[in-house]
């Protein structure tokens, strides 16, 4: 935890003194063995970033005087299409995206995509909110991306991917395809990167997005796991 | 498993026939479901990369006819000098870097690594070497990396380390450095890579890194977990 995200109800009078229980209470208590006088990294969410400075701390709670004065770091232009991963792989990865500064995050199903992720219990909001705020907190932002859940391929693909990917550069990563992913194509306008599920898209899939204007791009030779090749990806065309 | 890694004792009949049970065997049945006369993506550890044709298959174990044609994917050509991370994500790494090509992989302490990660059954030569092979078996490869424990900062640093360096691009990467990774930094020649723990390096170690003449690197204005930061690095890097 980089930073302490705060939400409006954190705030106990006005605009400055907040009450920290639980989570972000022991992580201060315990982890950043913070005592009063001390001034923590904070951030309201969707808003500012800034520092805290403990007024009060006792066996329940801490209480800091906050101070938001900078903008969070600048988001990555990118919309993320990803091939829904696999649950245990997917909180991670949406932590990871998130500290990476993603705010687009279109999660959308294909062939090789076993149909009984979409009924993972971590799909649900607030378990993914979790991982998001766990994100932020990693990478020192305040801006909550947006998920959108498209569990079917080809209404997705071809009534809702072509507006969304108008006028971005089109991207679609795929072991063995032609070209390699550009470095630094995500510094001049706005990307949209599809990523396919463990074992690709089938020539079907691979076909339809490239029939829409998607350029086929790899990462060398090797084959990565998702969550490593979405990694590489973002840095190469972003960092 | 996109390829199946052979050793010497998996041969039951001079160069070409093998025999596998266990992990791999029931990968085989149960993931890639091979049948008889199918031909599986396999490669001899260290050495060259092939088919395996299916010429039985049972309750126990797959046999297969192996031809060994192609030399495997090139390494990175970088040392990379990585602060012992916390055990249950050092796993992840191994697997990870291993994947991605690394060969050679020093972990050190630092003053922000907990003495009892060193004391971690992870750190046992055939925990380690599991994940080195499930790495090569994601990425496609047959080399083992080597690995080197580090288990004092100084003593490594001032003795150890500049021989290893010695005409090599030498980075540090370090949130808040002046410079960012330098794009495709490691495609002129070997580099080495100093990563520190979650945290950071304490300022005296930093110094005495550039010292020795290593340049602080950034990843931009997030602080990303250190799994997120070596792909990163390695990414923009060499891919």
């Not at 063995?33 to 500012?48: E, I």
Request: aromatic content about 6%; glycine content about 10%; overall charge neutral.
């Amino acid at each position: 935890m980089n930073l302490i995200l705060l939400f409006e109800d954190d705030f106990i009078n006005g605009k400055t003194a907040v009450r920290l229980v639980g989570r972000r209470f022991e992580h201060v208590r315990d982890v950043l063995r913070a005592q009063v006088g001390g001034v923590l990294c904070v951030g309201l969410a969707d808003g500012r970033i800034g520092g805290g400075t403990v007024t009060s701390i006792n066996g329940e709670c801490v209480e800091m005087d906050v101070v938001l004065s900078d903008n969070p770091p600048p988001p990555l232009d990118v919309r993320l299409v990803l091939a829904l991963p696999r649950p245990i792989m997917l909180k991670r990865i949406l932590r990871t995206i998130t500290a990476m500064g993603v705010k687009k995050i279109i999660l959308f199903h294909s062939s090789r995509v076993e149909k009984s992720y979409w009924k993972s219990p971590v799909l649900q909001p607030e378990i993914i909110r979790e991982q998001l705020v766990l994100g932020l907190e990693q990478g020192r932002d305040t801006t909550l991306p947006e998920i959108r859940l498209c569990p079917r391929f080809k209404p997705f693909v071809e009534d809702d991917l072509p507006d969304m990917a108008k006028d971005t550069l089109q991207l679609v990563a795929h072991p063995g395809a032609m070209e390699a992913c550009p470095e630094g194509g995500g510094k001049d306008g706005p990307v949209t990167l599809v990523v396919g599920p463990e074992g690709g898209f089938i020539p079907y899939e691979l076909e339809l997005l490239a029939g829409l204007g998607f350029i086929p791009i790899h990462l060398g030779k090797r084959i990565l796991r998702v969550e490593t090749a979405v990694t590489a990806l973002l840095a190469k065309l972003f960092l």
